[in-house]
């Protein structure tokens, strides 16, 4: 293991960071995300040097950390702000941190090579106040990977870029750090980094890590009601459960009805052994829903009629909001479909979804938000 943090505490103040437990290979993009104040930032000082722990040990290539300088563990961090020197140029910033490491000349190439992969090459005489906030990321992302580090930390380092300037440069680091091999762990409060870049991602809250895993595996099967919520599921149901076998569990909602779920990841774990009418959490994403204005025979084993409380337009997606005996469901849909259905509030309406999209939580676990 590369990156090792074991039952690792830090308080500062009011806050606390509790016994986190973090995983990462050599090479592997890891993204954090989380809601604001969650620690995310903290725990990246913490691993740099800038916090010491309370408890827990940081391994890194096999070797404890945490009575080693900021400046000798060998890690890079890069900001939202970009921390670049206002008295230098492009050239001298990227050379500012290697000169300590290698010679002029080793410096030099490196710059050339760096700066071209960057697409920064053009620039490379320029004063720094006269750079795009695209170009200043640039000139630190490279000062950063120029002196070769075991492992880059990124903290929300696209946030202040317009979305166009964004997507330029994740589909640059994504073939760079591929390229150098570099390990990341990347803070962030945009899903598309996740999509575009993430090997797995961790989700915070109040200093506590409440899921590290493969992005398929965190945004199909949350581990409790807050992860879940907060990586878009929006339907978060809590039941009782009737009878399980190999291929299926039956769960009945507060308001009588019956969902079936075939979420095989549960059913064949060995700890899931509840008892008649003990209580599950459910969770369905939205775009797994699916609207039609009569039953129909299909697949899905769960068909339910409601009506429409609320229809949200956002961006080419129309989110519905459906209830059903007290009950509301959430289904996410295009505004074509939306049309031809002829959608409207207060209208009758039928929602079906496999049984294999019915997740069970790994544990009733209710997580406030």
Request: hydrophobic share 40%.
């Amino acid at each position: 293991m590369y990156l090792e943090i074991k039952n690792l505490s830090v308080k500062l103040g009011e806050f606390h960071l509790k016994d986190i437990n973090l995983k990462i290979n050599e090479g592997e993009y890891v993204v954090l995300i989380g809601p604001t104040g969650s620690g995310k930032s903290v725990l990246l000082e913490t691993i740099i040097g800038f916090y010491s722990s309370e408890e827990g040990i940081i391994k890194l290539n096999g070797n404890i950390i945490n009575e080693i300088p900021p400046e000798d563990r060998g890690i890079g961090i890069v900001y939202q702000g970009n921390v670049l020197f206002p008295n230098m140029d492009v050239y001298e910033n990227i050379a500012y941190g290697a000169k300590k490491k290698f010679s002029d000349e080793e410096i030099d190439e490196k710059i050339k090579k760096i700066a071209k992969k960057m697409k920064i090459e053009h620039i490379i005489n320029r004063d720094i106040n006269t750079l795009s906030g695209g170009e200043a990321q640039r000139t630190s992302l490279a000062r950063t990977l120029i002196v070769e580090p075991k492992i880059i930390l990124m903290d929300e380092p696209f946030s202040a870029l317009d979305i166009s300037t964004q997507e330029k440069l994740t589909s640059m680091i994504k073939v760079i750090v591929k390229e150098y091999k570099t390990t990341v762990l990347h803070v962030t409060h945009n899903f598309n980094d996740i999509w575009n870049l993430a090997e797995k991602v961790g989700v915070m809250k109040d200093g506590e890590i409440h899921q590290l895993d493969s992005v398929s595996e965190v945004f199909s099967k949350p581990k409790n009601n807050f992860v879940a919520d907060f990586v878009g599921v929006k339907n978060i149901f809590e039941g009782c459960f009737i009878e399980k076998d190999l291929e299926k569990m039956i769960v009945q909602l507060k308001n009588g009805s019956i969902i079936t779920s075939s979420d095989i990841g549960c059913l064949n774990r060995n700890e899931i052994n509840l008892k008649e009418a003990e209580n599950v959490l459910m969770a369905i994403r939205p775009e797994n829903i699916i609207f039609s204005n009569e039953k129909f025979e299909s697949s899905a084993k769960n068909q339910l009629k409601g009506k429409i409380t609320e229809i949200l337009e956002s961006g080419p997606t129309i989110l519905v909001s459906v209830d059903i005996d007290g009950v509301i469901f959430k289904g996410l849909l295009t505004k074509s479909s939306k049309e031809y259905l002829e959608l409207k509030e207060n209208k009758d309406v039928y929602i079906s979804f496999k049984s294999l999209n019915v997740k069970i939580l790994d544990s009733y676990n209710s997580v406030e938000h």
